[in-house]
């Protein structure tokens, strides 16, 4: 198993109104997306060219729309910083990117 791309962890993660996890964990390895619950046991994951994120036009920098496998996930990147969404989005286009020169 390779090293993390991309490691975010204290991750508050909700779907629709209800939050799932508040310390979780994201991981971008091996060509996936992975979203982990505080305890490590996985809640969805992805190859990173199937997944859709993007930032909401009026939401806080730390946050991000996330969709895997059609279900949408808000996902609150609170230990990185500001611009946590910002690296998160740019970890998964480079992930992407790889993926596709393989």
Do not use: C, K, W
């Not at 939050?19 to 992805?46: H, K, Y």
């Not at 808000?74 to 993926?99: C, H, I, P």
């Amino acid at each position: 198993m390779a090293e993390a791309e991309f490691t975010a962890t204290g991750v508050r993660i909700g779907r629709r109104l209800r939050s799932l996890t508040r310390g979780g964990q994201v991981l971008i390895q091996d060509g996936r997306l992975v979203l982990l619950t505080s305890r490590g046991r996985e809640i969805d994951s992805a190859p990173v060219e199937e997944v859709h994120a993007l930032t909401p036009r009026f939401a806080v920098r730390r946050r991000t729309l996330t969709r895997l496998n059609g279900t949408g996930y808000l996902l609150t990147l609170r230990t990185q910083g500001a611009a946590s969404a910002g690296r998160f989005l740019e970890a998964l286009r480079t992930a992407r990117e790889r993926v596709v020169r393989r």
